[in-house]
């Protein structure tokens, strides 16, 4: 499966960016999908599981600032985030599980985005 991301970019505390995670495979056949983040001299952090609407997950550093979603019809995971602080720069990458009916076993990833908070 190949995963690209997009929408990253540089904004000033409080401010909101969507990021887009578009898939090769068809997203019908992904359980789940995940967005990561890593920010300088930090352990990768996972900040944001969905598999459907109603299953939804959230780290405590970003909860009620962003909203996972996906489209299944358009094969892309969004990732909306308001009041956007200085730590939350990083850089921000999707992952997905094995496709089901895929030979492969492993989870994907996308190439990340830098995302850029300023005080």
């Known amino acids: 499966v190949k995963l690209v991301e997009s929408g990253g970019g540089w904004v000033q505390s409080g401010g909101s960016l969507r990021l887009t995670c578009t898939s090769s495979?068809?997203?019908?056949?992904?359980?789940?999908m995940r967005w990561y983040r890593e920010a300088p001299g930090k352990q990768r952090e996972l900040i944001a599981r969905?598999?459907?609407?109603?299953?939804?997950v959230y780290a405590d550093s970003v909860k009620g600032r962003f909203t996972v979603s996906r489209d299944n019809a358009k094969n892309t995971l969004f990732l909306q985030m308001d009041a956007l602080k200085p730590e939350d720069t990083a850089v921000y990458s999707c992952n997905a599980d094995p496709p089901v009916g895929a030979l492969a076993d492993h989870d994907s990833w996308g190439q990340g985005v830098q995302v850029t908070v300023s005080s």
């Open positions: 495979v068809e997203m019908i056949r992904i359980e789940e």
């Open positions: 969905i598999r459907t609407a109603d299953f939804t």
